[in-house]
């Protein structure tokens, strides 16, 4: 059974099939992801993601990552992503991440608006 399954988000009607794509995509990548240590997987996928503002992601992270932590589908007062990833560096500072996969669809703007810090 997979993250995206646990999680409700594989109906058995296949309603929605690009949503469900996403979710699937989402439960594959990053659960795997959570096997292996952050070097070996998740920071090399991470070091070509930007931020919202258009910041290459690696130049936040001036420290190493000692552990990487996963929540699938949080609920974040206004919005839900994909995944939240807090990241911990040796200095023991936290980096939060959120994942909103696309799978042949169009980028959401009212998702990031939402979760987008003022």
């Known amino acids: 059974m997979t993250i995206a399954e646990i999680h409700g988000k594989i109906s058995h009607t296949w309603s929605n099939l690009s949503d469900q794509m996403e979710d699937l995509l989402t439960s594959d ?41 996963y929540r699938f589908w949080p609920w974040l ?28 669809s169009a980028k959401s703007s009212s998702v990031l608006g939402a979760c987008r810090r003022e």
Request: negative net charge.
């Open 77 to 104: 007062v206004s919005c839900e992503p994909d995944v939240l990833i807090a990241l911990e560096d040796s200095s023991r500072r936290f980096y939060l991440v959120l994942v909103e996969a696309k799978y042949f």
């Open 29 to 69: 990548v990053f659960g795997a992801c959570r096997y292996v240590r952050p070097e070996t997987l998740l920071l090399p996928f991470l070091r070509g993601a930007k931020t919202v503002d258009g910041i290459a992601l690696a130049t936040s992270l001036d420290t190493p990552v000692e552990h990487a932590y």
